[in-house]
């Protein structure tokens, strides 16, 4: 494995994790200007996982092609700590409960253990009494995580913590449904039909020269007889649909009506919106326990 040389990882060079360079690229980023690494750890069965203890936070650098870390903030929130055939500890991350194991600086969970936080279902924390004293010691400075609400700050007097999968199946079953928003409806104009010919052939059943009755139907659109037609030529000449006409009327009062079938659309939508506005703040707040 490739030494680190940065003088904060010295002691990783003992471990035998972080063989990408996307992921030593990734810790060697997160890690801060004085911050210095203790131990690293696997991470349950995650090949692309690692977790690198230090004294002010516990990282987790995860992905391969993408690796990034996520800093959890001291101290360790620890579920389960190395009993019998389990030598592993049990700890909650940003990815849920996950087991630590592995590490060669730290085979018997010393130093995770001396930094661990009281555990929320234990009244007493069953450490090892005769177990040597962390070498590694937590920063009193707060520490403020930036990778989501669930996780807890060091300095401050509140714990949010990740919450498990079946806590968070628990509250989404109190929640109940969560409330469809609506959607805004669009209004419909009334159908009209095709629309006809705008203009159409001006038909003549007497020449409008010689007064003649107009029998032939080439005629009657030429408006002239055949005699007059050699003198005089075509009179043929195109006028105004009057259906078209109708037509662009009846198309003006559908959409007439349609405007004001939209604005009754629009009022109904805004009273549902402010509704579903509240229950969904009451929706979340059973979702978070503050209901």
Not at 99 to 116: C, Q, V, Y
Not at 237 to 244: D, G, L, V
Request: charged residues 30%; hydrophobic residues 35%; positive net charge.
């Amino acid at each position: 494995m490739t030494k680190f040389e940065d003088s904060r990882l010295l002691a990783l060079n003992a471990e035998s994790g972080f063989l990408d360079n996307g992921m030593r690229a990734a810790l060697l980023g997160a890690l801060e200007d004085d911050e210095r690494a203790c131990a690293s750890y696997s991470v349950s069965a995650h090949i692309w996982v690692e977790a690198v203890l230090t004294d002010r936070a516990l990282l987790f650098v995860k992905g391969a092609v993408r690796a990034r870390a996520v800093r959890v903030p001291l101290p360790v929130d620890v579920v389960r700590e190395p009993s019998g055939s389990k030598s592993g500890a049990r700890v909650r991350t940003p990815f849920g409960e996950k087991t630590l194991w592995g590490s060669k600086l730290d085979p018997n969970m010393t130093m995770l253990l001396g930094l661990r936080g009281p555990a929320p279902d234990m009244e007493k924390p069953r450490g090892n009494p005769g177990a040597a004293q962390a070498p590694c010691i937590a920063d009193p400075r707060p520490v403020i995580s930036s990778s989501g609400p669930n996780l807890v700050e060091s300095g401050g007097t509140e714990d949010r913590r990740r919450l498990s999968w079946r806590e968070r199946l628990s509250r989404r079953w109190r929640a109940g449904r969560k409330p469809r928003k609506p959607r805004l409806q669009k209004a419909q104009p009334e159908s009209v039909g095709q629309a006809p010919n705008p203009t159409i052939w001006d038909v003549a059943y007497d020449c409008i020269k010689c007064g003649r009755p107009l029998t032939n139907p080439d005629s009657q659109r030429h408006r002239v007889g055949t005699e007059c037609i050699q003198r005089y030529g075509s009179q043929a000449r195109m006028i105004r649909n009057p259906a078209y006409s109708a037509w662009e009327n009846d198309k003006a009062r559908a959409e007439i009506d349609r405007i004001a079938r939209q604005v009754e659309l629009d009022s109904a939508y805004s009273k549902e919106l402010a509704t579903y506005d509240a229950a969904l703040a009451v929706w979340n707040a059973a979702r978070e326990d503050r209901a």
